[in-house]
C-alpha cells in the first residue's frame, strides 16, 4: 500500500491554546501515521502545500525515508499562508497515479474543494483528520479582545464580556464547521476531529476500529 500525507502549512496552524499549536498537533499524528506505515511495510509519500504546493517527498519505503519527513515534519517553513484544499487535491490526483490512502491533516478553512475531493476519492481512498483549538469557538469571558487571522493578517477587537458577541462567534463557527462536515459527506469522505490538548490516540484508534469492522 502507499500512504499519502496531504499537510497543511499555512499560518492559521500557528495557534493553540491547549499545551501545543495545531501545526505542532499535525506534525505529531502524521509521524505516528508515517511510522505505522513503515511497520505494515507500505510506501510514505508527503505533500505540504499553504495556498500552493510547497513540497512534495514521493512515496518511498525504509526507516532513513521516515526519518526524512519528521525532519521535513518539524522544521519545513512555508512560503505561503493561506490555505486552498482544491489545489492541493488537483497536484495530489496529477501525482500519484497508483491507488493510495491518503490522509488530509488541516483544519480545512479553506475555499471550497468539494469537486475534487469526490474525484480524489473516485480513484484513491480518502480520509481527513480535522485539527482545531477550542478558542476557535469558545471565547473566554475577559472584556475586550484582539483577534487576528493569521492567513490574513487582519485584526478586529470583539467585546468578549457580551454574551451575545461570544455566542455569535461560536455560532458563526459552528456553521461553518458543518457546511466543512457537508462537504466529506457528499463526497462520501470520513472525517476525523482533533482538538489541541486533548488526546488523539483514542479517536483515532476507535476509528480505524470501525472502519476495519466497515470493511
Known sequence: MTVILLI???????FGTSKQFKKELATEIAAILAFSAIKNNDKVGVIF????????????????HILRIIRELVSFEPYGKKTNISKSLKYFNSVIKKRSICFILS????????QPLKI?????DIVGIRIQDKREYILPNIGLLPVQNCETEEQIFIDTSDKKNREYFKKNKIEKNKKIEQTFTKSGVDLIDIE???DYIKPLITFFKNRGQKK
Do not use: L
Open 107 to 114: 483544519d480545512f478553512v479553506s475555499p471550497e474543494f468539494e
Open 8 to 14: 497543511d502549512m499555512s499560518a492559521s496552524g500557528n
Open 49 to 64: 502545500f499553504t495556498d500552493q504546493i510547497e513540497k512534495f517527498i514521493p512515496p518511498k519505503k525504509g526507516k532513513s
Open 196 to 198: 489541541t490538548g486533548i
Open 120 to 124: 480524489a476519492n473516485r480513484k484513491h
